[in-house]
């Protein structure tokens, strides 16, 4: 198949219509003045789900609220910890040196470890932190939604922060060591620069995870922190209204805002 052949035209169009066409149906069921439990029958158009989405009595705005507050909470601490942890173990490499094999060893074992909540099962983590939570006492709402989302979003950043301070060297950051600056002016005026792409990925991509997490919520959220998946699956289980399909149409929005906005700051900034 030629790279720019009819055949590959084909099977683009037909790949981006299979992955588009379930966006495209929620958007326009969104608009479906019907008021069946799973309206698959468009009956005509209609505002009245986007009237109806932040209703205090059967809307989801009081579950987008506590998702927003848990997730940029998340989004704080994990970024401030992956980032700290990855800054930490680059400099731990550079001291320790190419012969130190023990030294890099142990390294090697703790960054195992902090990627670890990647690698197991979220039912597993779930069940974990409502048992440890349980042990310490801790009633479940948002201070242990913070403290399981932290958890899961911390090797995220990590590992973005990790991979960009691996293909930069130490050089400049030693050369304004040499010229008098100390360690600290040194991390914020080279090495933090040259970095924030990579903790402004961490984050969302945390922000994200945080926003999306159903699973671990289950288990650590109380009666009073619902946040938006588990509202969404508890109203999903009596039929997809068409009041979802708005919120999904809005959230949707929402993420095309924030790449048109990411994309037009780095035209200017090429510019």
Partial sequence: MKKNGIGAKIYLAVLLFMMYLPIIIVVLYSFNASTARVPTVFTGFSLQWYEALFDDQRGYGEALKISLQVGLLSVLFSTLLGSLGALGQARKRIKAGIG?????????????????????????????????????????????????????????????????????????????????????????????PLIRPAV?????????????????????????????PLKIYSSARYGVSSQINALCTVMLLFVFLLVIISQLVLKRKRG
Avoid: W
């Fill in 200 to 228: 402004l990925s961490g984050a969302l991509l945390s922000l994200a995870m945080s926003l999306d997490d159903f699973m671990i919520s289950f288990f650590v959220s109380g009666a009073n922190s619902t946040t938006l």
């Fill in 100 to 192: 130190n094999q023990l030294l890099r060893g142990g390294q090697s074992f703790l960054e195992s470890l902090v990627v670890l909540p990647i690698m197991i099962p979220e039912i597993i983590l779930g069940v974990a932190f409502m048992l440890l939570f349980s042990l310490l006492k801790l009633p479940s709402g948002i201070f242990t939604l913070v403290i399981a989302h932290t958890t899961f979003c911390v090797p995220y950043v990590y590992l973005l922060v990790k991979s960009r301070l691996a293909t930069l060297g130490d050089e400049l950051e030693l050369a304004a060591r040499d010229l008098g600056a100390f360690p600290a002016r040194a991390m914020f005026t080279i090495t933090l």
